[in-house]
């Protein structure tokens, strides 16, 4: 087993990256032509990296399970994507950056990564920019900015409400140009089962074609997993309903430790969770807290309606409890405010799991900046909100179109109604600075390994991060492993490892086809999903994680006793896609659980209810847990936990204070 070493150069933190690049070991364009990697997964950071690596000369198979790369979870984002260029001259700067991300994720992210990030992300602007991403303008022709939470300046580029969808269509182009030139094999509607391990490197995957059930077997000189975030263990979330854990739990069965799996970002702005139909959660872009105001009533089980209750009964309490921040803190501190009110007996609506997202003082005051503009002095309360309802329009038109749909209620005359779900996991497979795993020749890229968010990431750094990945970090440092590959021919397809590795996929999907119980999969993620929900969820407690741990024991044997997949496996069978897909998510609720346990603090968007200020926020050990926790799987569901110390050289440690 590979040791725990995250090779992050020597030097000074801001010359790290910059000498590595240029002592980098390289492979000759000739070379490039011969080697072969494969991508797994094509949103943001698989797209990115396909297109870059194809372009570069090296030969790509790229596989995603949708039907096309442009329906990639990555389309969903809304907000933004954090880069500091400091076009609003409001002294924001690469250490800036740096210094916000390490803080908002509480102090538990490497230096060395974060500082890259920071350092590439105005590349990635200009990049999308010269693909021709949409992103907005301002006035003068410049791109805009808007505010983003746990900053005091606005550094987030955003087309509208999505960004997402805009960069992808972005990164989805520079890989179909690369299609169309036949440097990129493209493989829809393919899931990666099993990684092919040949004397302990990644040599290939076992995919399953998901129209025809067949086991296909695909070799390359190295593996990248770009196959998203984990975040559907909780059943209802923002995610997907495809997005999965599958690719990068496999990868862990292989050898590949899995870093902080506890660490799962709330997002708190969500519409509430509506009946036990629902099967997924909606966000709201984190941009409405920019120009919203959330509050509750002053008055507890309040009955009347937002706009019955006068202003000095309302209570804006992010405002009131960090005046620094206001309603841009962090999300973690965001969303454990809105539950403590919650549970307080302030919420609103029928379920009292919900707070008030409020446009009104915004829209007034857009609306008397576009009085001054069409030259009415001293307009009407009315004039300001008809001309401010525009300017709202255009900025988050498609985010208010999309609450009215879902909830039947016009934003622009009530306030929204959200509460904290689901969203992100910072956690992921660990990866040293190259982002490869700790199975050589595998590499884990965005959310699918755990680098750069420490324990809670901040707003509009997912889309930088996936971006800075494919782009601007994976074309270096693959080459520095590819480039003792040289001698390595094509393997063989029938190789002892290939053999195994298909048998091994094949006996898991026969299994559950014969286990011929009486429940669905469905019923079993619901399970499953409430349990990590109540006892691994927003807060946690010893007592809690511990019965939550035998909970899932429990649910797992009666997955595997009394399952029902109807159908077989030589066909298209969503159900069998799911069973697999919800045995890697029971098993990794168990070692989330764990890992909450054993982080005896709270950290981020990992509250341990035992371990707060007396203000409720969360209380950091950094003398027993400023550590990465690594865990290796040993086989039969246990793990071994293995700790990389984190060391902070620029950054003075210090308790997060957003007041």
């Known amino acids: 087993m590979a040791e725990l070493n995250a090779h992050i150069p ?15 070991p390289l492979v000759n364009p000739a070379n490039k032509r011969s080697i072969e990697i494969i991508v797994v997964g094509s949103g943001l950071a698989g797209a990115s990296a396909a297109a870059t690596l194809a372009e570069m000369g090296y030969k790509v198979k790229c596989f995603c399970f949708q039907d096309s790369p442009r329906r990639a979870h990555s389309i969903a984002a809304q907000g933004g994507i954090n880069a500091a260029k400091n076009y609003q001259n409001d002294g924001d700067s690469t250490y800036r950056l740096f210094y916000d991300t390490i803080k908002g994720g509480d102090y538990r992210a490497r230096e060395a990564n974060v500082h890259r990030l920071a350092e590439v992300s105005a590349n990635i602007i200009d990049q999308c920019v010269a693909q021709g991403v949409p992103l907005a303008r301002e006035y003068g022709g410049l791109l805009d900015n808007r505010s983003f939470g746990g900053t005091q300046v606005q550094r987030t580029f955003y087309a509208a409400g999505q960004t997402g969808q805009q960069l992808l269509l972005g990164a989805y182009s520079a890989l179909e ?4 030139m036949g440097k990129v094999e493209m493989f829809t509607r393919h899931e990666m089962l099993e990684v092919v391990v040949v004397e302990g490197k990644a040599r290939g995957i076992i995919a399953r074609n998901l129209l025809t059930g067949e086991l296909e077997r695909h070799s390359g000189h190295a593996v990248l997993l770009c196959s998203g975030g984990y975040g559907n263990v909780f059943y209802l979330s923002t995610n997907a309903m495809g997005s999965n854990v599958t690719a990068a739990w496999k990868a862990h069965k292989k050898g590949a430790f899995f870093g902080n799996p506890c660490y799962t970002q709330i997002h708190p702005t969500c519409i509430p969770v509506s009946g036990d139909h629902q099967s997924k959660l909606t966000l709201m872009s984190e941009s409405l807290r920019n120009d919203g105001r959330i509050w509750v009533p002053k008055k507890k089980d309040d009955p009347r309606k937002a706009s019955e209750i006068p202003e000095d009964e309302r209570d804006y309490y ?14 973690d501190v965001a969303s454990r405010a809105a539950k403590e009110r919650c549970d307080a007996g302030y919420g609103v609506g029928n379920s009292k799991l919900a707070v008030y997202l409020d446009f009104k003082a915004n829209t007034e005051r857009y609306g008397r900046i576009e009085a001054s503009k069409h030259n009415i002095h001293n307009p009407d309360k009315e004039t300001c909100m008809k001309l401010g309802r525009e300017v709202i329009k255009e900025k988050y038109g498609n985010l208010f179109d999309m609450y009215a749909q879902i909830t039947g209620e016009d934003p622009y005359e009530l306030p929204m109604r959200i509460y904290p779900a689901v969203h992100y996991t910072m956690g992921g497979l660990w990866v040293d600075y190259n982002l490869m795993t700790t199975v050589p020749g595998l590499y884990a890229l965005g959310e699918a390994n755990f680098s750069d968010h420490g324990a809670n990431r901040l707003g509009a750094s997912a889309l930088m991060q996936g971006l800075a990945d494919g782009y601007f970090v994976i074309p ?9 590959e040289l001698a390595t021919k094509p393997i063989p397809q029938d190789h002892p490892a290939f053999v195994e590795a298909e048998a091994s996929a094949k006996a898991i999907l026969d299994k559950f086809l014969s286990i011929k119980g009486t429940k669905s999969v469905d019923h079993f993620h619901k399970k499953l999903g409430k349990i990590m929900w109540e006892k691994c969820g927003m807060a946690r407690n010893e007592k809690g994680l511990k019965e939550g741990i035998a909970e899932i024991q429990q649910l ?13 496996a030589d066909e298209m069978n969503p159900e069998l896609e799911k069973a697999g897909r919800v045995a890697d998510f029971i098993e990794l609720g168990e070692l989330m659980c764990m890992d909450a346990l054993n982080r005896n603090e709270s950290c981020g968007g990992h509250f341990r209810e035992e371990y707060q200020t007396e203000e409720g926020e969360a209380l950091r050990d950094d003398e027993n847990y400023a550590y990465v926790a690594a ?5 039969d569901v246990t793990f071994e936990l293995h700790k990389e110390e984190l060391k902070f050289e620029n950054i003075k440690v210090a308790q997060r204070s957003y007041k």
């Open 476 to 484: 270096y440092t693959i080459g520095a492993y590819l480039s003792k």
């Open 10 to 24: 020597e030097g000074e933190l801001t010359d790290k990256w910059t000498k590595l690049r240029s002592s980098m």
């Open 631 to 635: 865990w290796e799987y040993k086989g």
């Open 177 to 180: 140009r690369q299609v169309g």
């Open 318 to 331: 992010l405002e009131r409890r960090y005046p620094a921040f206001g309603n841009l803190v962090p999300r």
């Open 556 to 568: 797992r044997k009666e997955f595997w006793s009394d399952l029902r997949v109807p159908g077989s």
